[in-house]
């Protein structure tokens, strides 16, 4: 998709409210569904091979294009969360609760929020306590994606993100650019990571990609 900024939601580049953009003020290139290797090679990282080869289309076809970013799902966030509640690990800091009580959201009802079903309630509701209660938990959440893009470790080594996504784009030599907030308002939107998605930015020169090993 082109664009002239960084999109942060799926909606402006799919559906009907998709943004329409001329191509000779393209400054932007998002890729938003980056198919993973197909199952006769798979074990065969050619992630950096098929992106070098994406952004020297782009750059030749498009030369006002100078900022490569994704908008990506995160896949496993909302079955991350219910393990940390399942182990009783702390979610939110007391100061992040007491701006939630401030907007009468106490630490058993955000609890409550968190469950899919709840959650996508509140985001499509229409009451102003709906919205009172989004807000509130807004900040919350999106610090807890970012620390789960950033500190949730695979079980099979430490060394790998716990999300796939995030893993084959840092591999690969992307950096985490941006969370987004209600990005994805679909059925699977919803179930992945509670409506959010994520960008991650390349450098489109040749030599940068494939270089950052902190996802491997």
Request: charged share 20%; with cysteine.
């Amino acid at each position: 998709a082109l664009f002239q900024d960084v999109a942060d939601s799926i909606h402006k580049i799919i559906g009907r409210d998709a943004l329409i953009l001329d191509e000779q003020k393209t400054t932007h290139c998002i890729f938003y569904s980056i198919s993973s290797i197909e199952s006769g090679l798979s074990g065969v990282d050619i992630g950096a091979f098929l992106l070098k080869k994406a952004f020297a289309a782009l750059k030749s076809e498009f030369r006002t294009a100078k900022t490569f970013v994704t908008l990506s799902p995160v896949p496993r966030f909302c079955s991350w969360v219910a393990s940390q509640l399942e182990e009783q690990n702390p979610l939110i800091t007391e100061s992040e609760l007491g701006a939630l009580q401030r907007h009468g959201v106490s630490r058993s009802q955000f609890l409550e929020i968190l469950r899919i079903d709840n959650f996508k309630a509140l985001a499509t509701g229409s009451t102003p306590q709906d919205r009172q209660k989004l807000e509130a938990v807004k900040p919350v959440l999106l610090r807890l994606l970012a620390r789960y893009l950033t500190k949730a470790r695979s079980p099979k080594s430490t060394l790998k993100t716990y999300d796939p996504v995030a893993n084959f784009h840092l591999r690969n030599g992307a950096t985490l650019h941006q969370v987004n907030w209600m990005a994805n308002l679909s059925e699977e939107g919803f179930a992945q990571s509670l409506g959010m998605m994520v960008n991650y930015h390349y450098d489109a020169d040749e030599g940068a990609l494939g270089v950052n090993h902190k996802g491997r």
